[in-house]
């Protein structure tokens, strides 16, 4: 393995352009002289590469380099197997020292890599990285993996994941114990864990929030493949995959051969208890529970009959909204009584009460002596909002949403009028439908089909709605009318062999943020109109459960988060849509997600 240490210099020197730009123009002025760009090298390392027999206790290894270096990220310093320590590191001249704070095991293979780590002295240049390789004991393992993790939403690679390789296969060997085998993701994802033993692993990843290389589920994500996996590859000095690249390099990062694949995603809390409680108004307060399925046998407020609370929890069953129906004055203090599932110190769901009291700041009090000069217009109306969206009113309708829970509604009231071209006002016909998670909230969907060039206007008449508190609401009306920029665009996607249910979001080019969304089950065409000329990307869910949210994934339960897919456009999958421009794009489920 002596042989490494010459390789490793003649390498440096040869690869020495892929992380510099060419010489300075010499026709420019001078500046007092070039600016350094030639990242630091290293010129010796003692012990050699592939030591064997190295001392469980007092080993230290000195990397040598070209120039003066400093230590920017020590953490990006990484030994595996990992040890509860950290190593020590120490620059000492030109020299980088490294040593550890507890002892080694014996006859084990250890790297010791460094990316992102090491910069020189005067320029701030980073040193490319590097891993080293020794042991304990009379051999070098000789195996080794590779792999990508990704965002498990946006399939984005993932930098400076922990990457954890045990030998113990039980599913509490990852909360428990450090692996045998340990690394970080470069800036694409990727990761090698090389010079490992020819044997059956689990493989997990994770960003590890306190570096201490075991998954802790209250705050860290994670990544996991089901199988075991054994190693296929020989470790070499000479593969590709363990070189050290440029990351800009996108041709050389590229080709480097990526045998796994894991997604990272959070997993939902498994103990269930109450974490928090308000009280938001005089007759509102809502709950909130650790872990999603909050399993409620009963909940009462004292001093009201059952019939008069109103609850609402959200999709996810780990956050209730609770109202009180009654003309009555709020008491200072609402007592919640609620009986529950609560985990208790063995991790069981037992039955649980809890005696919630939650009192209301004398400010807050709409009608209290002190506030009366200072009560405002919305203190004594029915609250909401009402509003419709050019680009998405043919989809969503008109959006009326109110703060509190209505007791009487006039919906027969309610005026839909659309002005066409000539100015000529017609009655038109909508419907009603009650938003099926969200009792506060309805959709007012026209019938016919809206026409560009007319104006449609929704009319909500005065003392149309009462809600709990007793308050009528005030009239209003909203305007909208389809978009009539000639620059806008339109996507259609024209579903085929769709055997299943499924999410498709229209995200933009940051993929952060969800423009549009269809739900649908069925083959047929998806429309998206009124698009800006950019570039946007399409997200495919498959919706396993079919409750229409996208669901992560367990750990235990050994389930992955449901499968994602971006549209591929061409060998991108980013779609550049032009300005005035109708699209089609055909879309064959069964082959987006057809078995790898």
């Given at each position: 393995?002596?042989?490494?240490?010459?390789?490793?210099?003649?390498?440096?020197?040869?690869?020495?352009?892929?992380?510099?730009?060419?010489?300075?123009?010499?026709?420019?002025?001078?500046?007092?002289?070039?600016?350094?760009?030639?990242?630091?090298?290293?010129?010796?390392?003692?012990?050699?590469?592939?030591?064997?027999q190295?001392?469980?206790?007092?080993?230290s290894?000195?990397?040598?380099?070209?120039?003066?270096?400093?230590i920017?990220?020590?953490?990006?310093?990484?030994?595996?197997?990992?040890?509860?320590?950290p190593?020590k590191?120490?620059?000492?001249?030109?020299?980088?020292?490294v040593?550890?704070?507890?002892?080694?095991?014996?006859?084990?293979t250890?790297?010791?890599?460094?990316t992102?780590?090491i910069?020189?002295?005067?320029?701030?240049n980073?040193?490319?990285?590097y891993?080293?390789?020794?042991?304990?004991?009379?051999?070098?393992?000789?195996?080794?993996?590779?792999?990508?993790?990704?965002?498990?939403?946006?399939?984005?690679?993932?930098?400076?994941?922990?990457?954890?390789?045990h030998?113990?296969?039980a599913?509490?060997?990852?909360?428990?114990?450090?692996?045998?085998?340990?690394?970080?993701?470069?800036?694409?994802?990727?990761?090698?864990?090389?010079?490992?033993?020819?044997?059956?692993?689990?493989?997990?990843?994770?960003?590890?929030?306190?570096?201490?290389?075991?998954?802790?589920p209250?705050?860290?994500?994670?990544?996991?493949?089901?199988?075991?996996?054994?190693?296929v590859?020989?470790?070499s000095?000479?593969?590709?995959?363990?070189?050290k690249?440029?990351?800009?390099?996108?041709?050389?990062?590229?080709?480097?051969r990526s045998?796994?694949e894991l997604?990272?995603?959070?997993?939902?809390?498994?103990?269930?208890?109450?974490v928090?409680?308000?009280?938001?108004a005089?007759?509102?307060?809502?709950?909130?529970?650790?872990?999603?399925?909050?399993?409620?046998?009963?909940?009462?407020i004292?001093?009201y009959?059952?019939?008069?609370?109103?609850?609402?929890?959200?999709?996810?069953?780990?956050?209730?909204?609770l109202?009180?129906?009654?003309?009555?004055a709020?008491?200072?203090?609402?007592?919640?009584?609620v009986?529950?599932r609560?985990?208790?110190t063995?991790g069981?769901?037992?039955?649980?009460q809890?005696v919630?009291?939650l009192?209301?700041?004398?400010?807050?009090r709409?009608?209290?002596?002190?506030?009366?000069?200072?009560?405002?217009?919305?203190?004594?109306?029915?609250?909401?909002t009402?509003?419709?969206?050019p680009?998405?009113?043919?989809?969503?309708?008109?959006?009326?949403?109110?703060?509190?829970?209505?007791?009487s509604?006039?919906?027969?009231?309610?005026?839909?009028?659309?002005v066409?071209?000539?100015?000529?006002?017609?009655?038109a016909?909508?419907?009603?439908?009650q938003?099926?998670?969200?009792?506060?909230r309805?959709?007012?969907?026209?019938k016919?089909?809206?026409?560009?060039?007319?104006?449609y206007?929704?009319?909500?008449?005065?003392?149309?709605?009462?809600?709990?508190?007793?308050?009528?609401?005030?009239s209003?009306?909203?305007?909208?009318?389809?978009?009539?920029?000639?620059?806008?665009?339109?996507?259609?996607?024209?579903?085929?062999?769709?055997?299943?249910k499924?999410?498709?979001?229209?995200?933009?080019?940051?993929?952060?943020?969800?423009?549009?969304?269809h739900?649908t089950d069925r083959?047929?065409?998806?429309l998206?109109?009124?698009?800006?000329?950019?570039?946007?990307?399409?997200r495919?869910?498959?919706?396993?459960n079919?409750?229409?949210?996208?669901?992560?994934?367990?750990?235990?339960?050994?389930?992955?988060?449901?499968?994602?897919?971006?549209?591929?456009f061409?060998?991108?999958?980013?779609?550049?849509?032009?300005?005035?421009?109708e699209?089609?794009?055909?879309?064959?489920?069964?082959?987006?997600?057809k078995t790898?």
């Amino acid at each position: 393995m002596k042989r490494l240490l010459p390789l490793i210099l003649i390498t440096g020197a040869c690869l020495l352009p892929l992380f510099f730009p060419s010489c300075a123009n010499t026709t420019q002025a001078p500046s007092g002289g070039k600016k350094d760009t030639i990242p630091p090298l290293i010129i010796d390392i003692k012990p050699l590469p592939g030591a064997v027999q190295v001392p469980t206790e007092g080993a230290s290894f000195v990397f040598t380099f070209n120039e003066y270096v400093t230590i920017k990220t020590p953490a990006n310093i990484f030994l595996s197997p990992p040890q509860r320590r950290p190593p020590k590191s120490r620059i000492r001249g030109h020299d980088l020292v490294v040593s550890f704070e507890e002892p080694l095991e014996p006859n084990t293979t250890y790297t010791l890599s460094f990316t992102d780590a090491i910069a020189d002295t005067n320029e701030g240049n980073m040193f490319p990285g590097y891993t080293y390789v020794f042991s304990t004991g009379a051999q070098i393992d000789s195996m080794m993996m590779t792999g990508t993790v990704r965002d498990c939403n946006t399939l984005a690679p993932v930098k400076g994941a922990t990457v954890l390789l045990h030998k113990d296969h039980a599913d509490s060997a990852v909360f428990l114990h450090r692996p045998y085998a340990a690394v970080k993701t470069d800036d694409w994802g990727f990761f090698v864990l090389p010079f490992i033993q020819d044997t059956l692993y689990r493989i997990y990843a994770i960003r590890d929030a306190n570096n201490d290389n075991i998954y802790d589920p209250e705050t860290e994500t994670i990544a996991f493949i089901d199988s075991l996996i054994r190693p296929v590859m020989v470790a070499s000095d000479t593969v590709p995959e363990i070189l050290k690249y440029d990351m800009l390099d996108t041709l050389r990062c590229l080709a480097r051969r990526s045998e796994h694949e894991l997604k990272l995603f959070r997993e939902k809390p498994s103990k269930q208890f109450i974490v928090n409680k308000v009280r938001t108004a005089e007759r509102s307060a809502y709950l909130t529970f650790q872990a999603p399925g909050a399993w409620i046998d009963s909940l009462w407020i004292r001093g009201y009959r059952s019939d008069q609370v109103i609850s609402q929890f959200n999709i996810l069953q780990d956050s209730l909204e609770l109202w009180i129906n009654s003309r009555r004055a709020a008491p200072d203090t609402m007592r919640i009584y609620v009986n529950y599932r609560k985990t208790d110190t063995l991790g069981r769901l037992v039955p649980a009460q809890e005696v919630i009291r939650l009192s209301l700041p004398q400010e807050k009090r709409t009608y209290s002596k002190t506030q009366r000069r200072n009560i405002k217009h919305e203190d004594t109306v029915c609250v909401y909002t009402f509003k419709a969206v050019p680009e998405t009113v043919e989809q969503n309708g008109f959006e009326l949403e109110f703060r509190n829970p209505i007791i009487s509604e006039r919906f027969d009231s309610v005026q839909f009028l659309a002005v066409n071209t000539r100015q000529r006002q017609t009655r038109a016909e909508f419907t009603v439908e009650q938003d099926s998670l969200n009792l506060r909230r309805y959709i007012l969907r026209p019938k016919d089909k809206l026409m560009p060039g007319f104006e449609y206007m929704m009319k909500l008449p005065h003392r149309a709605f009462r809600d709990i508190n007793g308050f009528w609401s005030d009239s209003t009306q909203v305007k909208v009318s389809l978009p009539s920029d000639e620059t806008l665009s339109t996507l259609e996607l024209d579903l085929s062999g769709v055997d299943r249910k499924l999410i498709v979001d229209l995200l933009g080019e940051k993929r952060d943020k969800i423009l549009r969304t269809h739900i649908t089950d069925r083959d047929g065409t998806l429309l998206f109109p009124y698009l800006k000329a950019g570039r946007y990307s399409i997200r495919i869910t498959e919706d396993g459960n079919r409750n229409s949210i996208i669901d992560t994934g367990s750990l235990l339960e050994h389930r992955q988060p449901e499968k994602v897919v971006f549209l591929d456009f061409s060998g991108s999958e980013y779609l550049d849509i032009p300005a005035s421009t109708e699209l089609t794009q055909s879309v064959a489920v069964g082959e987006l997600f057809k078995t790898e």
